[in-house]
């Protein structure tokens, strides 16, 4: 089973920071989702990488599959950035319609 | 439409209730997923259903009960429930190819008493 880790736990940062949130897993996958909870909330997707980077407005994201690693960027940072950012991966188990396995979670609050 | 609609949005059940959760998407997506999660914790897998038919159940008691009866609905039947069953419990599709990314519904928080 692949082990998902996310550092850091807890993040709070100004308004204006640079935000970097990692995630790293143990075992091989097909695709590693960054996604954000805000509290009390359903999921939303951010991004899906299988390779390289990508950005959306002030978010990027990249993956390293050699080093079994990614990161999540967000630049200019604002209060309604604060969530819970989640990593998860999907195995590569074959088929497609497996389920995510989870990091714990970056819970980011961005102070005004 | 490209959402998962979940309904109801909130549901306080009793431990003899019997209760369901349901889940709707039209983006023509082929895999369905229920997830459970509790407070301060990640999501885990409950079931995965692939072209309408069961594919994945990890160990899911049984008064937890999946039912698939489209490619667009899935529901989740509930039926004597403890309170630490209580939870956020969310529904997602994908096209269920690994290249095809996943729509989460909002959840259904759950409250059993």
């Known amino acids: 089973k692949n082990e998902v880790e996310q550092s850091p736990q807890n993040l709070t940062a100004q308004e204006g920071e640079f935000i970097t949130i990692n995630c790293s897993y143990s075992?091989?996958?097909?695709?590693l989702h960054w996604l954000q909870q805000h509290p009390g909330g359903g999921i939303v997707s951010l991004f899906m990488l299988s390779s390289g980077k990508k950005k959306h407005g002030r978010l990027i994201a990249t993956i390293n599959i050699q080093e079994k690693h990614s990161s999540l960027h967000i630049t200019a940072s604002h209060p309604r950035d604060s969530a819970v950012y989640i990593c998860a991966v999907r195995g590569r188990s074959g088929g497609g319609a497996d389920g995510l396995t989870f990091g714990k979670g970056t819970h980011l609050i961005i102070q005004p | 439409d490209t959402e998962v609609t979940q309904t109801p949005k909130h549901l306080v059940m009793g431990m003899t209730n019997k209760k369901s959760l349901k889940c709707e998407q039209h983006m023509g997506h082929r895999a369905m997923y229920w997830y459970k999660q509790k407070a301060k914790k990640p999501p885990e897998l409950m079931f995965v259903?692939?072209?309408?038919?069961?594919?994945i159940n990890e160990s899911v008691p049984s008064r937890f009960s999946p039912e698939c009866p489209n490619s667009s609905l899935l529901n989740l039947h509930l039926h004597a429930l403890q309170p630490e069953d209580s939870a956020l419990y969310l529904c997602?599709?994908?096209?269920?190819?690994?290249?095809?990314?996943?729509?989460f519904g909002s959840g259904t928080r759950l409250t059993v008493v």
């Open positions: 075992v091989g996958i097909s695709a």
């Open positions: 259903y692939s072209y309408e038919k069961l594919s």
């Open positions: 997602a599709s994908s096209q269920g190819q690994a290249d095809y990314g996943y729509t």
